[in-house]
T-cell receptor, first 113, second 113 residues
């Protein structure tokens, strides 16, 4: 079956622009997670969704970051007024329910110039 | 705050040799994962360890968990080149963490002929 998909795979943007990153979880998975992977910080948790609600947004680094999930499926991570330190690989993962094995998508590689 | 530390961070092995990667974590957890990441790729789930004394094996890799020592090990037996990758342990702290994972820094494994 299809795994977690993310788009775009690569995104180059200019400092100050807004970007949207998309995640399609595995069908039937109710839990969805966003992580960020960068050389300096390793793998960091950003936000968790159960269904359409986000009980844990504790990892979002600033109020420039927001995320939503609709229909219990697709999620969008939005970064407003991008900064160079936002450059990283943004990974999405889903699991059947919370606290089960998370399956990761291929990631979106974001470069802010 | 949960901290997860792996060692070594870099491991260069000869084919046919055995070695162990260690993963220490700072607070109680009942759920630990091992993931593999190939260069430029996403994370692939290897093992989930759910209880003290749990041992899982797949091919040349064996993972174990000691919750009292807050330690997990990933043992590599008779290494082959195909095992070259970065290996991450990730800890689910439970409680209200909703399955949020805290990752170790990763161990870059290179297997030489």
């Amino acid at each position: 079956g299809a795994g977690v998909s993310q788009s775009p795979s690569n995104k180059v943007t200019e400092k100050g622009k807004d970007v949207e990153l998309r995640c399609d979880p595995i069908s039937g998975h109710t839990a969805l997670y966003w992580y960020r992977q960068s050389l300096g910080q390793g793998l960091e948790f950003l936000i968790y969704f159960q269904g359409n609600s986000a009980p844990d947004k504790s990892g979002l680094p600033s109020d420039r970051f927001s995320a939503e999930r609709t229909g219990g499926s697709v999620s969008t991570l939005t970064i407003q007024r991008t900064q160079q330190e936002d450059s990283a690989v943004y990974l999405c993962a889903s699991s059947y329910k919370g606290r089960e094995t998370q399956y990761f998508g291929p990631g979106t590689r974001l470069l802010v110039l | 705050e949960l901290k997860v530390e792996q060692n070594p961070l870099f491991l260069s092995m000869q084919e046919g040799k055995n070695y162990t990667i260690y993963c220490n974590y700072s607070t109680t957890s009942d759920r630990l994962y091992w993931y593999r990441q190939d260069p430029g790729k996403s994370l692939e789930s290897l093992f989930v360890l759910l209880s003290n004394g749990a041992v899982k094996q797949e091919g040349r890799l064996m993972a174990s968990l000691d919750t009292k020592a807050r330690l997990s090990t990933l043992h590599i037996t008779a290494a082959v080149h195909d095992l070259s990758a970065t290996y991450f342990c990730a800890v689910d702290a439970g409680g209200t963490s909703y399955g949020k994972l805290t990752f170790g820094q990763g161990t870059i494994l290179t297997v030489h002929p």
